[in-house]
């Protein structure tokens, strides 16, 4: 499987989970979510990124297991398991 498309799909999902999370931890201090701009925010995106890797572990997870259920077909299916095959060798 090509490594960098699927460094760059990881990181997206990474960027994804990390955004959730700041929705969630606006919501906990009482900010409305209208008021909330991830836009805004990328900086603190990037600042949760690097400080907690579990993010893009668990990004890596999702984008390994959605690819496996054939969410993106069947040829990225078969490429990750050829990667897999050849990594172990």
């Known amino acids: 499987m090509n ?3 699927s460094t ?5 999902r990474a960027a994804q989970i990390a955004a ?3 929705k969630q931890l606006a919501r906990d201090a009482g900010t409305r ?6 836009r805004g925010d990328a900086k603190a995106i990037a600042a949760l990124l ?8 668990r990004a890596t997870e999702d984008l ?5 259920a054939g969410v993106f077909g069947k040829r990225c299916r078969a490429k990750l398991l050829t990667f897999e095959q050849n990594a172990r060798r």
């Open 3 to 5: 490594t960098v498309k």
């Open 8 to 12: 760059a799909d990881a990181m997206t």
């Open 20 to 22: 959730s999370e700041l």
């Open 33 to 38: 979510e209208r008021d909330f701009r991830i």
């Open 50 to 57: 690097a400080n907690d890797p579990t993010i893009v572990e």
């Open 64 to 68: 390994r297991r959605w690819i496996l």
